[in-house]
Nanobody
């Protein structure tokens, strides 16, 4: 069992930066592929970025590529999402997710069996 707790969300002006953190419980954190998803009001939850257990394999969605960076620190059981050059369309609840069976990363929600409660990110224009 893994528990995930996100933090770092907030209100920021367009062009600004935020860093989200996701702290995980458990002693086998490095065996889990991790990802960030987001959900804007009235929209489906969408994949933002994924990272393998070792951190070797990383992928960012096209909509955030070059602006967002996913990383992890297995010694701290934490995964991060550095968000730069934020835009109003990045406004959403951001969720951290963990998968106990995905080898590297996956953009599919159904491949993640643990989810955090979400953290709100609001970007003003």
């Amino acid at each position: 069992q893994v528990q995930l707790v996100e933090s770092g969300g907030g209100l920021v002006q367009a062009g600004g930066s935020l860093r989200l953190s996701c702290a995980a419980s458990g002693r086998t954190f490095s065996s889990y592929a991790m990802a960030w998803f987001r959900q804007a009001p009235g929209k489906e939850r969408e994949f933002v970025a994924g990272i393998s257990g070792s951190g070797e394999h990383i992928y960012h969605a096209e909509s955030v590529k070059g602006r967002f960076t996913i990383s992890r620190d297995n010694a701290k059981n934490t995964v991060y999402l550095q968000m730069n050059s934020l835009k109003p369309e990045d406004t959403a609840v951001y969720y951290c997710a963990a998968s106990s069976w995905v080898a590297n990363w996956s953009p599919l929600k159904s491949n993640y069996n643990y989810w955090g409660q979400g953290t709100q990110v609001t970007v003003s224009s």
